[in-house]
């Protein structure tokens, strides 16, 4: 039987929805088989695999948006309606925390192209500046 990588598994499966977040999922220690934990999202394993997950995938789109979430909760600042701007966006970890807690557009600036997650690129709210230096 051909083997793949984990973390390509995980994706195939639906389990994730990308390669990056299998390889976060699997180096958090949170995939296993049976009772053995996989840690290597380059490891080969058999296509049939019996594969679980233990613990919740965050749900943003990059682990920054733990944090970020975190300072809105213990500021009490509400994004509710507002317009921000994400100088530094990248993959739009700050992007996507203020969407879900109810901005109304953002701004999302990068010198960079391409690294903007595609659900937030789709995301009528999202305005995707690249290629712009914002100094």
């Not at 999922?25 to 080969?44: C, H, T, W, Y």
């Not at 997950?53 to 733990?66: C, D, E």
Request: proline content about 3%; aromatic content about 6%; overall charge neutral.
């Amino acid at each position: 039987m051909a083997k793949k990588r984990l973390d390509q598994l995980l994706v195939e499966r639906g389990l994730v929805e990308t390669r990056s977040k299998a390889q976060a999922f699997i180096m958090a220690g949170n995939v296993f088989s049976g009772e053995q934990r996989l840690d290597k999202p380059g490891m080969p394993c058999k296509e049939d695999i019996c594969i679980t997950l233990r613990g919740q995938p965050h749900p943003w789109v990059s682990r920054g948006g733990l944090k970020l979430e975190k300072g809105l909760a213990e500021f009490e600042i509400d994004v509710t309606g507002f317009i921000g701007v994400d100088v530094g966006a990248s993959t739009g970890g700050f992007t996507d925390v203020l969407l879900q807690n109810g901005a109304a557009k953002v701004y999302a600036v990068d010198v960079g192209q391409g690294q903007l997650d595609w659900k937030l690129r789709n995301d009528e709210r999202v305005v995707v500046m690249e290629k712009t230096n914002a100094r």
